[in-house]
């Protein structure tokens, strides 16, 4: 394994050689789609994940493989409508709905992530998630036929160990899970991190992009960003203050509404989930 500081200038030249966070999937065939975000960037979907990939002219650079089936999908219609190889795979974070999948890949790409990842996911004990060939700390730049590719670690989030990818030509990051479009945080908040979470996506905001393509669900802006941080603003203090009174987490789940919301996608599934992981996370239980 390679391990890198911050940043890191990539050459193309020098590699031409379970844990479900969305809704439950469908039931018969997936779906499965390639759609052209800007430029040469574009937006895979299966089902309800998504990744993102970039072609160049020496290859291309291929975000979260998400399981072996939809890699080999997408490598398929990679070399189809492209004809050229997968030369990076870029892992968002370690949990297995995004991450495995990876060794469909491993005959022409070199795998990279956040150094924090190694640990997460050996601790998952996921078998799928394929190693990484090169870990990053901070910050990387991957360069390739012309065209580059940031990596930002910006801190805890979701996890311990995601990665945002900026495509500066294509004004567009790649977020997944810590950030989506008017639709609410997975559930009860799993392997997450407060006050970090809020930080990391102020972070994302002072990026320069004109599009966020997270995970799940439709593509976004800016001003999307900043209405996902002042959720988990509003659900943190309105938590805590319950948990300052003395309230329990049912009385905190009765008591919350957060009406200013009422209109996103799985508010009313999953509001009371999102209180009781704010609660778990701000009380320090177990």
């Known amino acids: 394994m390679r391990r890198w500081g911050k940043p890191v200038q990539l050459a193309a030249l020098a590699v031409l050689a379970g844990l479900f966070s969305g809704p439950a999937l469908a039931q018969g065939d997936p779906t499965r789609e390639i759609t052209n975000i800007a430029g040469d960037l574009y937006r895979f979907q299966n089902n309800f994940h998504f990744s993102v990939f970039l072609v160049t002219p020496e290859g291309v650079i291929v975000t979260?493989?998400?399981?072996?089936?939809?890699?080999?999908?997408?490598?398929?219609?990679?070399?189809?409508?492209?004809?050229?190889?997968v030369k990076y795979v870029i892992n968002s974070h370690h949990h297995a709905d995004h991450a495995s999948g990876g060794d469909v890949f491993a005959?022409?790409?070199?795998?990279?992530?956040q150094e924090n990842m190694v640990a997460a996911a050996a601790a998952q004990g996921a078998e799928a998630v394929r190693a990484l060939d090169i870990v990053y700390s901070d910050s990387m730049t991957i360069t390739l036929g012309g065209k580059t590719v940031e990596l930002q670690y910006v801190g805890k989030n979701h996890t311990?160990?995601?990665?945002?990818?900026?495509?500066?030509?294509?004004?567009?990051?790649?977020?997944?899970?810590?950030?989506?479009?008017?639709?609410?945080?997975?559930?009860?908040l799993r392997d997450s991190f407060f006050p970090d979470w809020i930080d990391s996506i102020k972070a994302v905001e002072a990026m320069d992009f004109d599009i966020v393509a997270p995970g799940h669900g439709p593509l976004g802006t800016l001003q999307d960003v900043v209405d996902h941080r002042q959720y988990l603003e509003d659900l943190t203090a309105a938590v805590q203050a319950q948990i300052d009174a003395g309230k329990t987490v049912d009385e905190a789940k009765a008591a919350i509404t957060l009406d200013k919301y009422k209109d996103w996608t799985?508010?009313?599934?999953?509001?009371?989930?999102?209180?009781?992981?704010?609660?778990?996370?701000?009380s320090g239980a177990s």
Do not use: C, H
């Open 160 to 188: 311990d160990n995601m990665t945002v990818v900026r495509f500066p030509a294509e004004k567009t990051v790649y977020t997944v899970d810590f950030i989506s479009v008017k639709r609410l945080p997975f559930r009860t």
């Open 107 to 113: 005959d022409t790409a070199t795998f990279v992530g």
């Open 266 to 282: 799985q508010y009313d599934a999953w509001l009371g989930e999102n209180i009781e992981g704010a609660y778990r996370i701000l």
């Open 64 to 85: 979260d493989p998400i399981n072996a089936e939809a890699a080999q999908w997408l490598k398929d219609e990679i070399a189809t409508r492209f004809d050229q190889p």
